[in-house]
């Protein structure tokens, strides 16, 4: 006869899976902006706090409900039950403990509401001691919030979420100003996309401070404000018959705003990090909050002659198992049957999904045609007695107009040196192969000039191609494998 017996887990294995979970850092940080705007905060604020010969450490502060001490033991535990409102951003009860630990070696959470102060805390061994949760005494509490909320607004209750010792970001020590700006950086693009509704929301919008704290000085940076980036905030659209609501043929319980943005915009909103071109396709939300920000989810390829076409698509939490919503809540797998629904819906007046994006096509090639035909010149990212060179090499006489070309590093997959964004001429280099270039030398805006020219004269001709074919795109493939290669050798 069969029998039970109790297994528990190997808690040193598991410790390791549970913090290799694949959350980005900014994902990460939206999963515990997610906590503070379920607890009705309208104030949060993200510190960096620095210290010569320190690892990074992160806060998250605010002003919401905050905790007693038995919602606090709850909210630390694993699967978590706080709440089942389905109007929660928290999904699975896992997201602060595995944002948290995905990031940092150890979690300190502190929490106060009608004058008493809790803390709690995932230490580094406190897994594979046996999920093993530490409390903290009110003299440490006291101590830490003091110590952590400098220039913070004083609030009658809310929740302070310090991440100590960031070990999945990489630092040098010389160079740990440069890295802070530039997470700062990444963290405002990200959030000013992922919660752009809450942000903009006409009542009661929330407010998202980043700023650093020099634990040397004691001093806090200037704050900066996030800005929403909405993805549908153009001035003008492309085509009269949208913004449009699409409707499926079949009763399905999704609610789809399809958009066309004018084109030659300049607009950030219409470039977005990564590049216009990756930003085509859909848009879900799940109670207002931004889930994926484009892509075609396996219904068409993404291609320059749609980069105008965006929708708006909200999903109810209802439909979190049909959308396959994973805990890092940053990806949608659309399923065949709703796919299938969203490729037959059409607006009030009859167009039709096919025919929404010949529209965008339409609106696309009636752009400057002669646009493509420009001399291209590499501006911003080089050297101002090179910019002159190249353009006196290739001006073309009798043409006064010229295409600027823009370098700009930002953060592309490991398997890319370079990518392109054509719609607004902009060649994107892999910010992770920077330092290895410049062999430990200082970076500066127009650095590398050498590895910016030979990449722009390999791949000048892409610029003024119509559309990107399958050859086209293989043969970019190619130029970026063999230059990952090199980059590893360079190493050595």
């Known amino acids: 006869m069969s029998r039970q017996e109790h297994l528990p887990p190997n808690f040193g294995r598991l410790d390791s899976a549970l913090r290799s979970i694949g959350y980005s850092f900014e994902s990460a940080v939206a999963d515990i902006v997610d906590n503070s705007l379920d607890a009705g905060a309208l104030d949060i604020r993200v510190r960096f706090l620095q210290a010569s010969n320190q690892p990074l450490d992160l806060v998250v502060w605010d002003g919401g409900r905050g905790m007693d001490a038995a919602t606090l033991q709850e909210a630390m535990r694993f699967g978590a039950d706080l709440s089942q409102e389905m109007t929660r951003l928290g999904k699975f009860g896992l997201g602060l403990k595995l944002a948290s630990l995905s990031q940092a070696k150890a979690l300190h959470v502190y929490t106060w509401r009608d004058g008493g102060l809790h803390g709690r805390g ?127 043929e079949e009763e399905c319980p999704l609610t789809i705003r399809a958009h066309i943005w004018s084109p030659n915009s300049d607009l950030k909103e219409y470039r977005l990090p990564g590049g216009a071109n990756s930003r085509q396709g859909f848009y879900f939300y799940r109670n207002n909050r931004l889930v994926q920000a484009g892509g075609w989810n396996g219904i068409r390829e993404a291609e320059p002659h749609s980069s105008l076409a965006r929708l708006e698509v909200d999903v109810g939490p209802e439909l979190d198992l049909d959308f396959s919503l994973d805990v890092k809540k940053s990806e949608i797998r659309l399923p065949p049957h709703l796919a299938f629904a969203i490729e037959r819906s059409r607006t009030a007046n009859g167009i039709d999904f096919k025919k929404y994006l010949g529209l965008a096509k339409k609106a696309y090639s009636s752009r400057q045609r002669m646009h493509g035909d420009l001399p291209l010149i590499p501006s911003d990212g080089m050297p101002a007695r090179l910019r002159d060179v190249l353009k006196e090499e290739l001006r073309i006489t009798g043409v006064r107009k010229t295409r600027d070309l823009r370098f700009e590093w930002t953060e592309l997959p490991d398997d890319r040196f370079f990518d392109l964004d054509r719609d607004n001429d902009v060649l994107y280099l892999n910010q992770a192969f920077r330092r290895q270039l410049l062999h430990g030398l200082k970076g500066s805006s127009a650095d590398l000039p050498v590895v910016k020219s030979l990449l722009f004269l390999l791949l000048r001709d892409s610029f003024h191609l119509e559309r990107v074919g399958s050859k086209a795109r293989e043969h970019l493939d190619q130029i970026n494998r063999i230059l990952i290669e090199a980059v590893k050798c360079e190493r050595r």
């Open 122 to 248: 995932w230490l580094e061994k406190g897994i594979s001691d046996g999920f093993s949760n530490t409390i903290f005494t009110d003299t440490e509490c006291a101590q830490a919030v003091n110590a952590l909320s400098h220039a913070f607004p004083q609030c009658k209750s809310g929740t302070l979420v310090h991440w100590s010792h960031l070990n999945r970001i990489k630092r040098r020590n010389e160079n740990s100003t440069e890295l802070v700006q530039h997470l700062l950086k990444r963290l405002n693009n990200h959030l000013g996309i992922t919660f752009h509704r809450f942000i903009k929301r006409p009542t009661d919008p929330a407010t998202i401070h980043l700023d650093i704290l020099d634990l040397d000085s004691g001093e806090v940076g200037l704050p900066k404000v996030v800005e929403a980036l909405d993805p549908f905030g153009y001035k003008r659209s492309g085509d009269p018959a949208f913004p449009a609501s699409m409707t499926p």
